[in-house]
Every structure is written in structure tokens, then in C-alpha cells.
């Protein structure tokens, strides 16, 4: 029987990411008595019924699809986001 991926298995592999680029760990900040983006901060967005792996662009909020895919299921982003690590990790490498 395969392990079911849940939100929280993809939270933690964009955690690592965000250790391994060394990208903010939180999403947002209060600057000013207001939120403001952490840029380059990598996270999980779900809509539609599935999720994607965001990177933040800018301080107002506005993202990148790292994958470019859209939201897909949870099982397909994480296979993703292992090659993408192992990627990082490779790279580190050289």
C-alpha cells in the first residue's frame, strides 16, 4: 500500500528547500504595521482540489509557479519537489 501524501508532507519538503537555498522560512513579515512578502520564500498553495509549490517575486505578494504545472495532486508535486531537491543537492555538489 503506498503512503498517502498529505499538505503537511509537502509543507516540510518546502521547508527543506527553503534550507537548502537558504530562502526565508515564513512566507510574510510585518513591516510597518503591515504584512510584506518574504521574497524568494518557497510554499504550498492549494486550490482547485490540488497544490503547487509557489516562490515568492516580489514584496507584494505576487508568485512564481516553480513547476509551472498549476495546482496537480499531491503525490505528482511531491514527486517533483524530491528530483527538485535532489537537484539542489547535487548542485551543491560541484
Do not use: W
Amino acid at each position: 500500500m503506498t503512503q498517502r501524501i498529505t499538505r503537511a508532507h509537502l509543507e516540510a519538503k518546502a521547508a527543506t528547500i527553503n534550507s537548502m537555498t537558504k530562502s526565508p522560512a515564513e512566507s510574510s513579515r510585518m513591516v510597518d504595521g503591515k504584512y510584506r512578502a518574504n521574497v524568494g520564500n518557497y510554499h504550498i498553495s492549494g486550490s482547485y482540489g490540488g497544490y503547487c509549490l509557489h516562490r515568492m517575486a516580489n514584496e507584494s505578494g505576487g508568485v512564481n509557479d516553480v513547476f509551472d504545472t498549476g495546482h496537480i495532486t499531491a503525490r505528482q508535486l511531491a514527486a517533483l519537489m524530491s528530483a527538485y531537491t535532489a537537484g539542489l543537492y547535487d548542485a551543491s555538489k560541484i
